[in-house]
């Protein structure tokens, strides 16, 4: 396969690669990452906005459920 210049050439990362990568310090620690379908995505920041959210979704996920279930399992059978 012969390339002309200024032709860009893919590289598709394993996610052992990228933990490599990680580990050996080759990005900057406050940038945000994802290795997605073996392509390295630099990551928008999270907004306030987005991290109130989701601490709502967990909160009703993991808090309020257990909660719910702990209420539950207290109630006598009939």
């Not at 900057?28 to 073996?38: A, D, K, S, Y």
Request: hydrophobic share 45%; proline share 4%; aromatic share 8%.
């Amino acid at each position: 396969m012969s390339m002309t210049a200024g032709e860009l050439v893919r590289h598709r990362f394993s996610v052992d690669q990228y933990h490599r990568m990680i580990a050996a310090g080759i990005f900057q620690t406050n940038v945000r990452l994802e290795l997605i379908r073996g392509d390295i995505v630099v990551m928008s920041p999270i907004s306030p906005r987005r991290a109130a959210a989701v601490e709502r979704i967990a909160y009703f996920l993991f808090v309020d459920q257990s909660i719910s279930i702990m209420r539950s399992r207290k109630k006598p059978r009939r």
